[in-house]
């Protein structure tokens, strides 16, 4: 049995590295600070809010065995690290937020994850999103983050792969039909 306080505190650790990781990347990559860029939003928040309320609450009823919890660090490790993986190849084409109109920085990347996966930084973040219940013990939100992450991503990869047809015509249609998506279930 691994002791109560110990997934908390490595919770803590990857929620804090993660989020200064995403700043830091978005300043390497356009040179400017944005409040977007830290990651945070309403829904975000109360899905953390409903994480924690679930380790401090429901989890003392449930044992927390030493395989979940090391399973959760893998997923939350090759999430990340597929995500920020993802970032730094795309470099100034990767924005946090979905571009409209395509900037003379924007090229299609094919190369690295992209060759793997269309979004790859989505998939990244997927897996580290489910992973993190897995961390805590907390099976509710497991089920709760994997169907509202799905429905997200499903529906952001549908507005976002709209205006990359418009910016790269064939070459994406190319793409999208050789390349899965990254997300189970999304075309």
Not at 152 to 172: K, S
Request: charged residues 15%; positive net charge; aromatic residues 16%.
């Amino acid at each position: 049995m691994i002791p109560q306080k110990d997934p908390i505190i490595i919770y803590g650790y990857i929620f804090v590295c993660y989020h200064l990781t995403e700043f830091l990347l978005h300043r390497l990559m356009h040179g400017e600070f944005r409040r977007s860029s830290l990651l945070f939003s309403l829904p975000y928040v109360a899905a953390q809010a409903v994480l924690l309320g679930e380790y401090f609450f429901i989890k003392p009823l449930l044992p927390l065995s030493t395989s979940m919890v090391t399973l959760g660090l893998v997923g939350v490790a090759i999430g990340l690290g597929f995500r920020w993986t993802a970032i730094l190849t795309a470099k100034k084409s990767f924005n946090h937020t979905i571009q409209t109109s395509k900037a003379s920085s924007h090229e299609l990347i094919l190369h690295g994850p992209y060759r793997l996966f269309r979004h790859p930084s989505y998939t990244g973040w997927y897996l580290y999103s489910l992973s993190i219940p897995l961390l805590l013990g907390a099976p509710v939100s497991l089920i709760c983050f994997s169907v509202v992450g799905w429905h997200f991503f499903r529906e952001r990869i549908r507005f976002e792969e709209a205006y990359l047809i418009d910016f790269f015509g064939r070459d994406y249609l190319n793409y999208k039909a050789k390349t899965p998506s990254g997300i189970p279930f999304i075309p």
